[in-house]
T-cell receptor, first 116, second 111 residues
Framework: GEEVAQTPKHLVRGEGQKAKLYCAPIKGHSYVFWYQQVLKNEFKFLISFQNENVFDETGMPKERFSAKCLPNSPCSLEIQATKLEDSAVYFC??????????????FGPGTRLTVL | GQQVMQIPQYQHVQEGEDFTTYCNSSTTLSNIQWYKQRPGGHPVFLIQLVKSGEVKKQKRLTFQFGEAKKNSSLHITATQTTDVGTYFCAGMDTGRRALTFGSGTRLQVQP
């Protein structure tokens, strides 16, 4: 498709519960990124993939967060044992790089996670 | 790690007035991108600057990349109500693909 799709739109979890978010990148885009936007509007990079391989996971709190991008499946971001501070909007973005040219990132509509 | 500061945090202007937001990185960037996010929406790409000293224009918007590739600015001439939103700069380090976002400047335009 021509747009990045994210599901669900909203997700409510009790503290300690698991949350799983999905992202379908634009067809033909080889890079996928996950960002977390907290209430103050600040974006935090979590993880990126080049096709199905992890490219950069320096932003991921690995003890509770995991992510996958498997062939022929939507990418996923999973949070085990959610905490109150995980409440945020999670954006997925995809991009295509050609040669040495870094292209724009196309963002999905986001998933708003509320942890109660 | 890389940090990107953006000022001001918020600006309220009368329709027709000009607006500028400034971005400063703690490290030299390979490129800088600008995004606009409407309230409740997602970031939408505006432009990418790659070369030192680069200036690009899109209608009423003018984007600049500093000579040292550590700072950038976005200037909007004669704002309109459709310009309302939060403008983010986002820098990219050499070798990485992820963006480091500035804190954003929220623009409010009074008709």
């Amino acid at each position: 498709g021509e747009e990045v799709a994210q599901t669900p739109k909203h997700l409510v979890r009790g503290e300690g519960q698991k949350a799983k978010l999905y992202c379908a990148p634009i067809k033909g885009h080889s890079y996928v990124f996950w960002y977390q936007q907290v209430l103050k509007n600040e974006f935090k990079f979590l993880i990126s993939f080049q096709n199905e391989n992890v490219f950069d996971e320096t932003g991921m709190p690995k003890e509770r967060f995991s992510a996958k991008c498997l062939p022929n499946s939507p990418c996923s971001l999973e949070i085990q044992a959610t905490k109150l501070e995980d409440s945020a909007v999670y954006f997925c973005a995809s991009s295509q790089f050609s040669g040495s040219s870094y292209n724009e990132q196309f963002f999905g509509p986001g998933t708003r996670l509320t942890v109660l | 790690g890389q940090q990107v500061m953006q000022i001001p945090q918020y600006q309220h202007v009368q329709e027709g007035e000009d607006f500028t937001t400034y971005c400063n990185s703690s490290t030299t960037l390979s490129n800088i991108q600008w995004y606009k996010q409407r309230p409740g929406g997602h970031p939408v790409f505006l432009i990418q600057l790659v070369k030192s000293g680069e200036v690009k224009k899109q209608k009423r918007l003018t984007f600049q990349f500093g000579e040292a590739k550590k700072n950038s600015s976005l200037h909007i001439t004669a704002t309109q109500t459709t310009d309302v939103g939060t403008y983010f700069c986002a820098g990219m380090d050499t070798g990485r693909r992820a963006l480091t976002f500035g804190s954003g400047t929220r623009l409010q335009v009074q008709p």
